[in-house]
Structures are given as structure tokens and as C-alpha cells.
């Protein structure tokens, strides 16, 4: 069984830096982020995933500012976020499956593991 713990959400201004950190058990193949912005109607994104060797994948709106990594060997996975927006604001959540890709997709559907969400609030 794969159960997902995140940690590392807080209240930041804009500009800043956090790292969101994801422990694990079991053995998931391919692991991705995900965030869903306060309010009625929104849905959750994909923001970035990883496998077990084809690089990351990142959604556009990361610019280049996120950097997910993933330490087997600690069971844990990382999203290290760097010149944080307003728009970054939100639940974000882990998520496993045991499905292997040639390359990874964050896209919801295809998770069947997910952890409880870790808040990140950024400050104008």
C-alpha cells in the first residue's frame, strides 16, 4: 500500500521560496504534484511529475521556477519552489501510482494515491 504525507506549506510573500517535501511508503513509480486553488470550481492541476528515469515534466505556468526531485532511498519527494506568485497560492497535494510511463503525465486520473495536502499561501 502507498500512503503519501506532505509537509512544508506556510504563508510566504511574493518573490519567496519554499520546499514542499512528500514521505511515502511502498513503492510508486512515478510520483507527480498537484495544487487546487482556494474557491468553488476550481480544479485540481497537475504542477509537475516524475518517474523512474525519463526527466520531470512541469506545467507551463511553472516558467521554469519549480524543481521537483525525488530521494528513493529517504522515500521522500520534493518540490522546491522559487519566486513565488499570488497565483501559486493553494492546497498542494502528492500523489503516487504504480504505473510506469515513458513519460510521466501529470494529469489526475492517472494518480490512485494521493496525500491530505499541504497549504501554501503567498503574499502580495
Known amino acids: 500500500q502507498v500512503q503519501l504525507v506532505e509537509s512544508g506549506g506556510t504563508s510566504v510573500q511574493s518573490g519567496g521560496s519554499l520546499r514542499l517535501s512528500c514521505e511515502y511508503t511502498g513503492y510508486p513509480a512515478t510520483m507527480a504534484w498537484f495544487r487546487q486553488a482556494s474557491g468553488s470550481g476550481k480544479e485540481r492541476e497537475g504542477v509537475a511529475c516524475t518517474g523512474s528515469q525519463e526527466p520531470p515534466t512541469y506545467a507551463e505556468f511553472v516558467e521554469g521556477r519549480f524543481a521537483i526531485s525525488h530521494d528513493r532511498l529517504k522515500k521522500t519527494m520534493y518540490l522546491d519552489m522559487n519566486n513565488l506568485k499570488p497565483e501559486d497560492s493553494g492546497m498542494y497535494y502528492c500523489?503516487?501510482?504504480?504505473?510506469?510511463?515513458?513519460?510521466?503525465?501529470?494529469?489526475?486520473?492517472?494518480?490512485?494515491?494521493w496525500g491530505r495536502g499541504t497549504q501554501v499561501t503567498v503574499a502580495s
Open positions: 500523489a503516487g501510482t504504480r504505473t510506469r510511463w515513458a513519460r510521466c503525465e501529470a494529469s489526475s486520473r492517472l494518480y490512485d494515491f
